[in-house]
Structure formats: structure tokens, C-alpha cells
């Protein structure tokens, strides 16, 4: 007779934590806090107030924002620049075989880096980060006049609007990312700001209501997680 098998323990379900590690839902725990405070003036520390508080809890709010906001304008800056990557994708070819049509086997290749064309992978490509991409464009248009080629359907007319698109694109983008990189500082200082007076009244609480159930009301009206308590 075999053993009846041993079921496994079902494992306890995590519990939601009290302050969120979103950083929009901490940020409305903050806003939410601070005016709940306002309503509980017995509830003090010695190194900060409940108006100086409330003043960082709105701005960390704001600051999640315009970072979440900032970054999402990224996405659409690097779309512009990944459509011109499609058309450059497109039009190279055509470029190399009007180079090979003009100047032969091997003297055509000798005049790639004046396109701003590099070898790469075992192919020939104009180079992928931004900047330089940018910069070889610009090569790409002064080199089609140089050499006769800026006549046709992947002449100048064709390469120049992709040269100037994207080098405004690039140049959106760097500057793009300094302005994300600046208000990620200005939202992680604030947080920092934040966290500490989150889990210093979580502190508090326990200290001023030793009764469970009057701490787990007091941590509701205050806008912790009633799910943990």
C-alpha cells in the first residue's frame, strides 16, 4: 500500500507593502499623508513639520510627473530618428551602386568614408550610434556634390532632408536625455525626502498607539495600505 501523498504547504501570500515602491502610487501616499497630518497635530518630530512635508510630498508628485511625461516624449523623438533609419536603410544600396556604376569594382569602395559609409559586420554601413550617424550624414550630402552624384532619386534631394532631420533629431535627443537625466535628480532627492517621513510615521504610529487595532485604524486614516494591517 503506498503513502498517501503530502500535499505542499501553500505558501502565505505576500503582503502589500505599506509604502509603495511605485513611484506615482508613493507620491499620492505622500499628498495624502500630508493632509491627513494636517488633521493630527499631536503627531510631530523635532526635525521637520507637517507644512514643510506637505510642500515636498506636492513636489515629488510633480516631479514623477514631468520625468514620466519627459521620458514619454523620448519615445517619440526616437520613432522620428528609427523612420529615418528606415528611409537610410532604403536609399544605401542605391547609393553604393551608383558609387560602383560610376567608379568601378574596388575604386568605389576606396571612396566610402568620404560618404561617411564604414565597414562593419562584413558589410559596409553608415555607422549606428546617433551622433556619429548624424555626422556621416552630413559627409553623405558634401560628397554627392564632390563626386556628381547629386542628381537623381537618391541624390541630394533624398539624402539631404535625412541628413537635417537627423541631426535635429539627434541633437533632441542628447538634449532630451540631459533634461531627463536633471529631473530624475530633482525626483530622487525629493523621494529620498519622502521615504524618510513615510516609514518615520509608520515609527510614530507605533509608538503613540500601542493598541493593534487602534494603530491599524490610525494607519488607514493616515492613507497606509489597509491591506497589510
Same mark, same amino acid.
Given at each position: 500500500?503506498?503513502?498517501?501523498?503530502?500535499?505542499?504547504?501553500?505558501?502565505?501570500?505576500?503582503?502589500?507593502?505599506?509604502?509603495?515602491?511605485?513611484? %506615482?502610487?508613493?507620491? +499620492?501616499?505622500?499628498?495624502?499623508?500630508?493632509?491627513?497630518?494636517?488633521?493630527?497635530?499631536?503627531?510631530?518630530?523635532?526635525?521637520?513639520?507637517?507644512?514643510?512635508?506637505?510642500?515636498?510630498?506636492?513636489?515629488?508628485?510633480?516631479?514623477?510627473?514631468?520625468?514620466?511625461?519627459?521620458?514619454?516624449?523620448?519615445?517619440?523623438?526616437?520613432?522620428?530618428?528609427? %523612420?529615418?533609419?528606415?528611409?537610410?536603410?532604403?536609399?544605401?544600396? #542605391?547609393?553604393?551602386?551608383?558609387?560602383?556604376?560610376?567608379?568601378?569594382?574596388?575604386?568605389?569602395?576606396?571612396?566610402?568614408?568620404?560618404?561617411?559609409?564604414? +565597414?562593419?559586420?562584413?558589410? #559596409?554601413?553608415?555607422?549606428?550610434?546617433?551622433? !556619429?550617424?548624424?555626422?556621416?550624414?552630413?559627409?553623405?550630402?558634401?560628397?554627392?556634390?564632390? @563626386?556628381?552624384?547629386?542628381?537623381?532619386?537618391?541624390?541630394?534631394?533624398?539624402?539631404?532632408?535625412?541628413?537635417?532631420?537627423?541631426?535635429?533629431?539627434?541633437?533632441?535627443?542628447?538634449? @532630451?536625455?540631459? +533634461?531627463?537625466?536633471?529631473?530624475?535628480?530633482?525626483?530622487?532627492?525629493? %523621494?529620498?525626502?519622502?521615504?524618510?517621513?513615510?516609514?518615520?510615521?509608520?515609527?510614530?504610529?507605533?509608538?503613540? #498607539?500601542?493598541? %493593534?487595532?487602534?494603530?491599524?485604524?490610525?494607519?488607514? !486614516?493616515?492613507?497606509?495600505?489597509?491591506?497589510?494591517?
Amino acid at each position: 500500500m503506498q503513502p498517501t501523498p503530502v500535499a505542499p504547504a501553500a505558501t502565505p501570500p505576500t503582503p502589500t507593502p505599506r509604502i509603495p515602491q511605485d513611484q %506615482e502610487k508613493k507620491a +499620492s501616499l505622500a499628498v495624502f499623508l500630508a493632509n491627513a497630518w494636517l488633521a493630527n497635530p499631536d503627531l510631530t518630530f523635532r526635525w521637520t513639520t507637517q507644512a514643510a512635508f506637505a510642500a515636498t510630498a506636492q513636489q515629488y508628485q510633480q516631479a514623477v510627473v514631468n520625468k514620466t511625461g519627459t521620458a514619454a516624449q523620448g519615445a517619440s523623438l526616437s520613432l522620428t530618428l528609427d %523612420e529615418a533609419d528606415d528611409q537610410i536603410a532604403a536609399g544605401l544600396p #542605391y547609393l553604393k551602386a551608383a558609387l560602383l556604376t560610376k567608379f568601378k569594382k574596388g575604386p568605389d569602395k576606396a571612396l566610402y568614408p568620404q560618404f561617411g559609409i564604414i +565597414s562593419r559586420g562584413g558589410g #559596409y554601413e553608415l555607422p549606428k550610434g546617433r551622433t !556619429e550617424r548624424a555626422l556621416a550624414l552630413q559627409m553623405l550630402v558634401a560628397a554627392l556634390d564632390t @563626386h556628381g552624384l547629386a542628381a537623381g532619386d537618391y541624390g541630394t534631394a533624398y539624402w539631404a532632408p535625412l541628413a537635417a532631420a537627423y541631426q535635429q533629431g539627434a541633437q533632441a535627443t542628447k538634449a @532630451h536625455a540631459a +533634461s531627463v537625466s536633471a529631473l530624475v535628480g530633482t525626483k530622487d532627492t525629493l %523621494e529620498t525626502q519622502v521615504d524618510l517621513v513615510l516609514s518615520k510615521m509608520l515609527a510614530l504610529l507605533e509608538a503613540q #498607539y500601542p493598541n %493593534e487595532q487602534e494603530l491599524a485604524a490610525k494607519r488607514r !486614516e493616515m492613507g497606509y495600505l489597509k491591506e497589510f494591517n
